[in-house]
């Protein structure tokens, strides 16, 4: 069963509860985050064949149906308002419905009856196994692609070629660290900062002024709780308090088209995060010890400390010298290059990195001729100036990796070509337009301009989605998101009570939300969560990967689900406007038709 059809369930099952007298009997509380319940094989749910009502659903004022008249369906298209509408004590306005006691309902037990009702089908309408339908080799689209009419494949190398353990990631923390203390004179004491694997995530903003590094959403607001100085969180009053009254990061201060703001930076590659581990390292030195520094400087310097590793040569060297502890899964882009090849495709390289580091790890994964699978081998391409320099041609490299200087008229099978731009490219070889689909990595450097200017297909690697969808698929998570959801939308339909006992509860509910959302983020990063969602927001990274990406995957060899004519349709879901046409939205509040009088104050 999909999560939409447990939201159809539950759809049906709350309009029927819907109409129901609130319990007054029934304990109002419940355990909050109570997240181990389970439905057993045996327990039900509505279908449509079972009826919308029963005698046993009617409060006892009012009698049963006659027995000539066939009962209630559920079915589809029955989305018709309830003759009878469900009142909500205390709310002006609004039919109420009679009650069997002759004392009326409190206000309290009326809204924990709601809370227990929902939150019990919430757990009992989730089936055993409906966790486990994420699979991380799928390739999720957000744009249609028909690989049909895809002639031209073109990658990028690092992290989408080639895939690097963590432990890469560590050798350059620990490298950029000596030259911050080596050839930047930094403290002797930022030494003792191991590098911690866990603590950042890709797409993070840095504040280069305030030394903050945060997790920012797609409409600009940093998420509460994300904020850090050094290794330490920033409470939450005190980080409005630093962007003026609001949680809002200006057009103007964040980060440019190229995430390279000049407030604020975002960090979108794999290869920052030993940065992000440095500058809040750094930042922590100086702070804990109570040692004055600018913040601007430290940026700058750390900046240039890991540049330093990728132009000094250290990264390829080690990778160069112990290609099995660093290079993951080669056999698998191995298989997909043979794959493309073997179904008369035309293949293409373009990448930033040299081609001798190249050459030895495409060796060690496909073997050595392994350019006789490639149309066109680019390196040190300079991404992104090669989408969108016009001047700087190609130049050829011969057999020993020497320049050569004859003029470049066309772009040969077999051979190497260094720099050059994308319109002598397109020029040289004509592969213009959807039947070209890039894949890499960097949503700006590899894909942005790709998809803006020339109308290229992209592909965007995304290795982080294994263990997201890893996170997403356990029971813990599903359960506790669709609760979250629940009780966001039962919130929302009840904020009408507005007496002072009423209060009291949502303070009650709205404090456990927090809870449950802090809970979700922590499952994935305990500083800074997914990489995908603020607490219900896109977050920048993710609204970035859906405007640059048409595809996106955990790595290149989830193509090889796929056959070569396949076409991915990317999934309708409702515009807010569009949320109460969908019978699955109930659980996450959009779908009000069942509870119209509590929201009579907005007509």
């Known amino acids: 069963m999909s999560f939409k059809a447990v939201g159809s369930a539950l759809t049906r099952t709350l309009w029927t509860r819907g109409q129901r007298t609130p319990p007054a009997a029934r304990s109002p509380k419940v355990n909050r985050l109570?997240?181990?319940?389970?439905?057993?094989?045996?327990?039900?749910?509505?279908?449509?064949?079972?009826?919308?009502?029963?005698?046993?659903?009617?409060?006892?004022?009012?009698?049963?149906?006659?027995?000539?008249?066939?009962?209630?369906?559920?079915?589809?298209?029955?989305?018709?308002?309830?003759?009878?509408p469900v009142g909500a004590p205390g709310v002006n306005g609004v039919r109420r419905r009679s009650y069997t006691s002759a004392a009326p309902v409190s206000q309290s037990t009326y809204l924990w009856a709601r809370y227990n009702d929902t939150k019990r089908l919430v757990h009992d309408i989730i089936p055993p196994g409906a966790c486990n339908l994420l699979n991380s080799s799928t390739i999720y689209a957000n744009n249609e692609v028909d690989l049909a009419e895809v002639d031209i494949y073109g990658f990028d190398y690092d992290y989408t070629l080639a895939l690097y353990s963590n432990a890469l990631e560590k050798m350059i923390y620990n490298t950029a660290r000596n030259f911050l203390i080596k050839h930047f004179k930094y403290p002797e004491g930022i030494q003792r900062y191991d590098y911690i694997p866990n603590f950042a995530v890709r797409g993070l903003h840095y504040d280069i002024h305030k030394g903050l590094l945060m997790k920012i959403d797609a409409f600009h607001y940093i998420q509460a709780g994300t904020v850090y100085r050094g290794l330490s969180p920033v409470p939450d009053d005190e980080v409005r308090q630093l962007y003026g009254g609001t949680f809002h990061i200006p057009l103007?201060?964040?980060?440019?088209?190229?995430?390279?703001?000049?407030?604020?930076?975002?960090?979108?590659?794999?290869?920052?995060?030993?940065?992000?581990?440095?500058?809040?390292?750094?930042?922590?030195?100086?702070?804990?010890?109570?040692?004055?520094?600018?913040?601007?400087?430290?940026?700058?310097?750390?900046?240039?400390?890991?540049g330093m590793v990728h132009l000094q040569g250290y990264m390829y060297k080690w990778v160069m010298e112990d290609l099995d502890k660093y290079i993951l899964r080669g056999e698998e882009t191995d298989a997909v290059l043979h794959r493309l090849v073997s179904k008369g495709k035309k293949l293409?390289?373009?990448?930033?990195?040299?081609?001798?580091?190249?050459?030895?790890?495409?060796?060690?994964?496909?073997?050595?001729?392994?350019?006789?699978?490639?149309?066109?081998?680019?390196?040190?391409?300079?991404?992104?100036?090669?989408?969108?320099?016009?001047?700087?041609?190609?130049?050829?490299?011969d057999s020993n990796g020497d320049l050569q200087w004859e003029k470049i008229n066309s772009l040969d099978k077999g051979e190497v070509y260094k720099q050059g731009n994308l319109f002598d490219f397109l020029r040289l070889t004509g592969w213009t337009g959807s039947k070209v689909l890039y894949f890499g990595d960097?949503?700006?450097?590899?894909?942005?301009?790709?998809?803006?200017?020339?109308?290229?297909?992209?592909?965007?690697?995304?290795?982080?989605?294994?263990?997201?969808?890893?996170?997403?698929s356990t029971d813990r998570y599903a359960v506790s998101l669709t609760w979250l959801q629940a009780l966001t939308g039962l919130m929302e339909r009840l904020q009408t009570h507005r007496d002072s006992e009423s209060q009291k509860i949502f303070e009650e509910w709205q404090q456990e939300r927090e809870e449950l959302r802090v809970m979700t983020k922590n499952l994935f990063n305990p500083q800074f969560g997914s990489i995908f969602r603020t607490c219900h927001n896109p977050t920048y990274f993710s609204r970035r990967l859906s405007r640059f990406s048409d595809i996106y995957m955990a790595s290149l060899s989830c193509l090889l689900n796929y056959d070569e004519s396949y076409t991915f349709y990317p999934r309708r879901t409702p515009l807010q406007h569009e949320a109460p046409l969908w019978m699955d939205q109930l659980c996450t509040g959009c779908m009000k038709t069942p509870f119209l009088e509590e929201m009579s104050h907005i007509r």
């Open 34 to 84: 109570s997240t181990t319940c389970r439905v057993s094989g045996e327990q039900q749910g509505c279908d449509k064949t079972k009826s919308c009502s029963s005698d046993s659903d009617r409060p006892s004022g009012e009698g049963p149906s006659p027995s000539s008249e066939p009962p209630q369906r559920c079915t589809t298209a029955d989305k018709k308002r309830p003759k009878e």
């Open 442 to 472: 960097h949503l700006y450097s590899d894909l942005a301009d790709l998809m803006l200017r020339h109308g290229w297909r992209t592909a965007a690697i995304v290795p982080e989605l294994e263990k997201e969808t890893k996170v997403v």
């Open 252 to 306: 103007q201060q964040d980060s440019g088209f190229y995430g390279k703001g000049p407030k604020i930076k975002q960090f979108m590659d794999i290869f920052s995060i030993p940065e992000m581990n440095l500058l809040a390292a750094a930042n922590d030195f100086f702070i804990s010890n109570d040692i004055d520094y600018d913040p601007v400087h430290l940026f700058k310097d750390v900046s240039e400390a890991v």
């Open 348 to 397: 293409f390289l373009i990448t930033n990195s040299p081609f001798s580091f190249v050459n030895k790890g495409m060796t060690h994964m496909v073997g050595k001729n392994w350019r006789d699978f490639f149309d066109v081998v680019i390196v040190q391409a300079e991404k992104p100036h090669f989408f969108t320099d016009c001047i700087k041609p190609f130049r050829r490299l």
